[in-house]
């Protein structure tokens, strides 16, 4: 697959081709002028609603999202799936948010919260290769080396996605704040770079490997 043109480049943050979904996954900040109503949608989706608690009405929502944009410890993104809108991120500075009241938090620990919005998107493995971008997108910041997230101890599906890249659970504890039980899980700038990085690459060896000159995987 080529890549997109300059023109598109220019519109995310962070961008990757991913061999193993044969997609390319984009982030971008997200804006209330580009995704009040997407963003609405996704949150009051079914399988998102347990999870976020951000069912409301449009107005209250969008205040709610105006606020986020405004906070100066965290930066919501749009992920993208061959320029396709299809996930949220929120990526935060752990020392300056309600976690590090649970942890041994360092000022350069980011963490990192996730969903994906369409149920289209769904069921594809599409969550692992997603996440793996986001969390190496926020090891490009040199004094970062650890990444944490803590989401709720009932989602048995997404704690696995982080186990898959490269996070390790530590501890469950109530989170106050947030109104759950959660799972603290950590990931390791060296875990990362050492297992998950290089596993992918060698996977899309093997992939380039065992491909017929038409590109079908064998």
């Known amino acids: 697959m080529t890549g ?3 023109t598109i480049a ?7 081709y991913d061999d193993r979904i044969d997609r390319t996954v984009s982030l ?10 997407r963003l609405h949608a996704w949150l009051g989706r079914e399988h998102v609603k347990p999870y976020w608690q951000l069912d409301l009405p449009l107005p209250a929502f969008r205040d709610r999202l105006a606020s986020k944009l405004a ?5 919501p993104y749009v992920g993208c799936l061959d320029h396709v809108p299809m996930s949220y991120w929120e990526c935060y500075w752990a020392a300056e948010d309600d976690v ?16 994906i919005g369409p149920e ?9 290769p997603l996440l793996r971008a986001v969390v190496a997108m926020q090891f490009r910041h040199a004094e970062t080396d650890r990444v944490v997230a803590e989401p709720d101890a009932r989602n048995e599906r997404v704690i696995r996605v982080f186990k898959r890249c490269g996070f390790e659970p ?13 799972v603290l899980l950590v990931c390791d700038r060296e875990r990362f770079e050492s297992s998950v990085l290089l596993a992918d690459s060698r996977d899309a060896g093997e992939a380039a490997d065992h491909a017929t000159p038409g590109g079908e995987i064998r």
Not at 11 to 16: I, L, R
Not at 71 to 75: E, K, M, R
Not at 170 to 182: L, M, Q, T, V
């Open 4 to 6: 997109p043109d300059a």
């Open 10 to 16: 220019t519109d995310y943050d962070y961008q990757t």
């Open 28 to 37: 971008r900040q997200a804006s209330l002028e580009r995704d009040l109503g």
């Open 71 to 75: 906070d100066d410890h965290l930066t």
């Open 100 to 115: 590090a009241a649970h942890y041994d938090a360092r000022p350069s620990d980011q963490g990192v919260h996730l969903l």
């Open 120 to 128: 289209e998107f769904l069921g594809h493995g599409y969550a692992a």
């Open 170 to 182: 530590r501890s469950e504890f109530y989170f106050d704040e947030a109104e759950k039980d959660a």
